[in-house]
DNA sequence: TGTACATCAGTGAACGCGCGTTCACTGATGTAC
DNA sequence: TGTACATCAGTGAACGCGCGTTCACTGATGTAC
């Protein structure tokens, strides 16, 4: 995280010891910066001046990298949905490729994922950036990362079965929300009695997806 | 919401022109100015002066009836608490009594509820009140709230059933988890695609909540 | 290889602003006699 | 019923602060010749 991004051009040419004029690496380190800050506050806590002075840069370096704060945050949420995505489709991959294991994979990966990486999910899913369509960027990594998980449920679809709500969507936000919730619940800190260790978040995470598979199993999946 | 609290006896002595130095409710007035704040910048946008200017007072008198800020943040909470607890409650008593019909009752009280309020609702699971236990009023309702979900979850053990993780205290976080996780997505506008009615709402909290009811039958309920 | 020069990525001072909180104060209220 | 007075719920000015952003600037880099 905090590990120094310089180029190792830049490394060779200066002495360890100076400050360099020019960074190397300011816009990773400034996203790096703004992941710290918003562990310790929460998103809304997060000021510019702030990131700046912690990747230790004069508070207008920044604007050289971002639009602005917003075009920060965006950037920081935008990388987070693709990290998201990427771990989803990981867990995909070292399935056997069976619907019901490859379902089971992306809930635990996202729940994993929150977990793992409370202050990108804070950003992804918080109020700061007020309208996703100025941010297209954005608004694409988050579309294909919600892609995986619809995908995976379309993949179990059974048309043999019968019972309940058949509505794709409807069943795509259901396996969403109990994703969403139990990562939220864990990223919020109201789970923190029951969730002390990785076991324990393993545990759960298995429930949960369990329950909510089987609840699907009953919709036509 | 922006009703006139002043006691009669208030409105009595005062033209109604004039304004009057004491408010006559300005508690309950100063609760409202947040929550209508918390509507349009987020929890975390919320400042004390804005919330006195609201409610039409100076930036000091909010100090005779809260601690500070985070006082009145908490109060908010406590009162969302509250409320959520009522409505469950009031939920579950328009049943038959049937355990099934209390849980979905509950489960759908508690999406609509943050459908409803979501600036109580962003503030009673938001990161601006640090540490829950300075407020033990706040904890206490916030504890009877979520009792409410565990001992619906009881009610419907059914130990003559197999299959599935057992643990009741990982079957409510299941439960929790997706109502929560629903009135999460709902609140953040994440599915506004989606719910733009209430019809569609409804639909839309069944299908969740039959997803998960069938999900935990499973499950030894 | 050396040099002139355009471009780039930083600096640091300054702007106007709204914030949370404290303070001495004052006007309104209600109660004891 | 009238009045003195304690208490309460507000006022408004002031404090020190950190914020987002702009600006003219300067030092470093890399490229053309």
Known sequence: ?????????????KSPGKRAYHHGNLRRALL?????MVEKEGPRGVSLRAVARFAGVSPAAPYRHFAGKEGLL???AEEGFRALESKMRAACGETDGLALAE???????YVRFA?????HFRVMFGPEISDKS????LREASDKASQIIADAIAKCQRPDLEGGDTDPHRLFISAWATFHGLATLIV???LSDSVGSDA???????SVTDVIYRGLSFSGL
Chains 1, 2 share one sequence.
């Open 1 to 13: 995280m905090t590990v120094s991004n310089k180029s190792s051009a830049a490394l060779k040419r």
């Open 134 to 137: 100025e941010h297209p960027s």
């Open 200 to 206: 324990e978040l393993e545990a759960l995470g298995n």
């Open 103 to 109: 379902f089971r994979a992306i809930g635990y990966a």
């Open 115 to 119: 977990a793992s990486n409370p202050s």
């Open 188 to 190: 919020d800190g109201q």
């Open 32 to 36: 790096d910066a703004a992941l710290a």
């Open 74 to 76: 965006a950037a920081v």
